[in-house]
T-cell receptor, first 112, second 111 residues
Framework: GEDVEQSLFLSVREGDSSVINCTYT??????LYWYKQEPGAGLQLLTY?????DMKQDQRLTVLLNKKDKHLSLRIADTQTGDSAIYFC????????????FGKGTHLIIQP | DAGVIQSPRHEVTEMGQEVTLRCKPI?????LFWYRQTMMRGLELLIY????????DSGMPEDRFSAKMPNASFSTLKIQPSEPRDSAVYFC?????????FGPGTRLTVL
């Protein structure tokens, strides 16, 4: 199966919270990342979490990590139209110096 | 800081031609990565360098692909000869302590 799995689409109403989920398979992953990609653009690093952490919060973004279940989530509070993009989960297995393994991305669709 | 710089931003070429993509990493970063993004396969790691030395090139699809990093501020990815299935967006990224920052990408179209 895939190393990193994500749902393809998520639709939320403007102002609600968005929760994007990701599962990974390699328990040796040391860093886990969330990237945002807008149409025709590159990948913007939103946040990342080290594997010895359970949670990280940065303004509207909250990352939760459940190492036992190999589950990572990204919560976006007060979702705005500007949050419409593809969100990629990625894992790094080599202590931060290796290449990343990406999921296929979740398309976040904002309803007015 | 200007971020990771890639050139060209767009490249259209004909099958069989040589293509060279260029990347300037963020100053002070010691790791550089080349990725490819396609609709079918998503984002794939092609090769990465630590301190200018290639560490893992297992993602390079074929011998037609080669990458170099002659110094800490410059890297190239070359495809010779190019084929239509090489059409994709090629990203370069750099890092120092685990955070990987991506360039804007080069959109390659091989006719």
């Amino acid at each position: 199966g895939e190393d990193v799995e994500q749902s393809l689409f998520l639709s939320v109403r403007e102002g609600d919270s968005s929760v994007i989920n990701c599962t990974y398979t390699d328990s040796s992953s040391t860093y886990l990342y969330w990237y945002k990609q807008e149409p025709g653009a590159g990948l913007q690093l939103l946040t990342y979490i080290f594997s010895n952490m359970d949670m990280k919060q940065d303004q509207r973004l909250t990352v939760l990590l459940n190492k036992k279940d190999k589950h990572l989530s990204l919560r976006i509070a007060d979702t705005q139209t500007g949050d419409s993009a593809i969100y990629f989960c990625a894992e790094n297995r080599g202590g931060g110096a290796d290449g990343l393994t990406f999921g296929k991305g979740t398309h976040l669709i904002i309803q007015p | 800081d200007a971020g990771v710089i890639q050139s060209p931003r767009h490249e259209v070429t004909e099958m069989g031609q040589e293509v060279t993509l260029r990347c300037k990493p963020i100053s002070g970063h010691n790791s550089l990565f080349w990725y490819r993004q396609t609709m079918m396969r998503g984002l794939e790691l092609l090769i990465y360098f630590n301190n200018n030395v290639p560490i893992d090139d297992s993602g390079m699809p074929e011998d037609r692909f080669s990458a170099k990093m002659p110094n800490a501020s410059f890297s190239t990815l070359k495809i010779q000869p190019s084929e239509p299935r090489d059409s994709a967006v090629y990203f370069c990224a750099s890092s120092l302590l685990g955070e990987q920052f991506f360039g804007p990408g080069t959109r390659l179209t091989v006719l």
